[in-house]
Nanobody, 122 residues
Framework: QVQLVESGGGLVQAGGSLRLSCAAS????????MGWFRQAPGKEREFVAA????????TYTDSVKGRFTISRDNSKNTVYLQMNSLKPEDTAVYFC???????????????WGQGTQVTVSS
């Protein structure tokens, strides 16, 4: 059974930083891409960033480019999302997910973590 476990969320002031982690079980090896999504109250789940396990290729949504960095540690089966210069509009539950390609569409991801709350105060 594939399992994804996020950690690292919390409360931070605007302009601050947080690093999210997503630990993946061995069963995710067939899913070569890991992505981060977020969902704010009353809004749809939106794509944030994704990375390929194999070659490290990344993709980001425009609103986080230059502020967020996705990375992976293959030896630990862990993907990270470094979030800098956080804004109140970044407040959401952040989810990691696994897919077979660098999609930005949530429906293309078939394994999901439970989510971690990120709150940015103004």
């Amino acid at each position: 059974q594939v399992q994804l476990v996020e950690s690292g969320g919390g409360l931070v002031q605007a302009g601050g930083s947080l690093r999210l982690s997503c630990a993946a079980s061995a069963g995710t090896f067939s899913r070569v891409v890991m992505g981060w999504f977020r969902q704010a109250p009353g809004k749809e789940r939106e794509f944030v960033a994704a990375i390929s396990w194999n070659n490290g290729r990344t993709t980001y949504t425009d609103s986080v480019k230059g502020r967020f960095t996705i990375s992976r540690d293959n030896s630990k089966n862990t993907v990270y999302l470094q979030m800098n210069s956080l804004k109140p509009e970044d407040t959401a539950v952040y989810f990691c997910a696994a897919s077979s390609a660098l999609w930005q569409t949530p429906t293309k991801y078939d394994y999901w973590g439970q989510g971690t709350q990120v709150t940015v105060s103004s």
